[in-house]
């Protein structure tokens, strides 16, 4: 499906330093809470991103408005069942990106069931997966690092 303003494409390398910023984001790390220890830590950073894009199961695509980077979306099945997750840089919230890039993201993944996970109070990313179609099918509860405590999260299915 062709979107006006969104596409997805391959990671390039230079769209980690995008990447490592927009994950910086203080809000964008409360909203994701399952997030790395230290979200700082460029290293580490490095060394998830070489994982991730060495990683043949997995499918990752950079997302595009307006030509800029947005963020990123992937699918990975490193719990088990194929999961997708995103993220994208704050001045690219509200604008229905996320529902846009996950609609293409699925057209070019047909693979399914599809998981999904989100805090239980993230309601930004659980509107996404619901306008996408995905339906809660139980939750969890785990220590989140973006926010030092328990959190609950909800399990999300896309069949
Ligand atoms: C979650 C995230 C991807 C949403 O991206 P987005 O492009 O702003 O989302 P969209 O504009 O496509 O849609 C958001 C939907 O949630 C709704 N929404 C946004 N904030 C909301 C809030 N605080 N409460 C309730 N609904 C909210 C919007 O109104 C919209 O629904 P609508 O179309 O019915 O009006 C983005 O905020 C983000 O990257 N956050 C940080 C990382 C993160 O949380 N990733 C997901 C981890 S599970």
């Known amino acids: 499906m062709f979107f006006e303003r969104i596409s997805l494409r391959p990671v390039l390398p230079a769209d980690l330093d995008v990447f490592f910023l927009q994950q910086l984001d ?8 399952f997030t790395p220890n230290d979200p700082a830590d ?4 490095d060394a998830h ?11 990752i695509r950079t997302i595009l408005y307006d030509g800029q980077v947005a963020g990123n979306i992937a699918c990975h099945a490193w719990f088990g069942s194929p999961e997708v997750c995103y993220w994208l840089g704050r001045e690219f919230w509200g604008k229905g990106v996320a529902t846009q890039a996950l609609t293409a993201f699925l ?9 999904a996970r989100a805090a239980k109070d993230n309601l930004a990313s659980l509107r996404v997966l619901e306008k996408c179609g995905f339906r809660i099918v139980g939750s969890d509860k785990g220590f ?5 405590e328990e959190v609950e999260e909800l399990i999300l299915e896309l069949r």
Not at 26 to 33: K, S, T
Not at 42 to 45: L, N
Not at 144 to 148: E, H, K, T, V, Y
Request: glycine content about 8%; proline content about 11%.
């Open 107 to 115: 057209e070019l993944l047909p693979v399914r069931p599809l998981s």
């Open 26 to 33: 203080p809000e964008g790390i409360r909203m994701a809470a």
């Open 49 to 59: 991103w070489a994982k991730i894009l060495a990683d043949p199961n997995l499918t």
């Open 144 to 148: 989140a690092n973006g926010r030092g």
């Open 42 to 45: 460029r290293a580490h950073f």
